[in-house]
């Protein structure tokens, strides 16, 4: 595997990529990788080679108040788990490679960052949108691969590649999960040990919307209530949102229609986790997939 640091390299190398026709796949990450990136570097490999990863911790997305300076780096362990992938390409470029001295563009995405993450998190969407542009500009993939563990963020990505007319198809990964339903997350190394129990009181508030939904239940604020109950009913856990809301304008819905997402963030400590599930019509049913 190499290992580029400048974007000028990177962009040499795609550019040879690409006059060869070689399909060139991208994985953005942050690294302190774990399964859930490398089911997306998997899924790449299928569809594309060679096959770019990106490990770069945004300081843009990062709000005053988070944890930028304590995020976990572990290139080490990283570059070893994808050597062991066999991937062609690691772009770990330094920050002031990506945002040198003077730096003064941003990238928005108006509506659809305003709510649920956009709230809690001001500024987030609009640091990963301007990063993730940047990427692009420098690698120009032709498939990049999101998880959907971060599905408003997979969303406005979708929207950001369809105004700009970027030649990048967005691949949405499904969300890689611990044996007990916790979803893998670089953030779950900083919870204790009685966190890390407390931490699945998310799978299990998406378990029971699943299971009201398979009994017929359809009406939003009873399905909200029912997640909030079992997150509510957990010690150490508290909810920052837990809602339903439409797949295309992450507007909440009255009811279950077409294809939504119901979506939960809550503080573990000083931690912040966020899961989802995706629910979609099929006939007079709707199939909730975790
Ligand atoms: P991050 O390093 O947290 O920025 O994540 C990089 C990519 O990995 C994003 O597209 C995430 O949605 C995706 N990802 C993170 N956790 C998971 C997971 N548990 N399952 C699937 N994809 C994930």
Redesign the pocket.
Known sequence: MEVIHTTAWMKQIARDARAKDRVLGLV?????L?E??L??VREAQKKCSPVVVSIFVNPKQFGPSEDFNKYPRTMDADRAALENLRVEYLFAPPPEEIYPHGFRTAVIVDGLGDRLEGRSRPGHFRGVTTVVLKLFEIVQPRLAF?????AQ??RIIRQMTSDLNLDTEIEI?????EPDGL????RNRYLSNTERRAATALYRALGSLRSEVIAGERDSARLVASMRRVMDAEPGVAIDYAEIVDADTFEPVMSLRKTCYALVAARIGSTRLIDNALIEQSGESFCVTL
């Open positions: 953005p990450t942050m690294g302190a774990h859930g990136h089911s997306l999101f998880g959907r563990k971060d963020q997979a990964c499904p969300i890689v999960r979803a893998f997350s670089s």
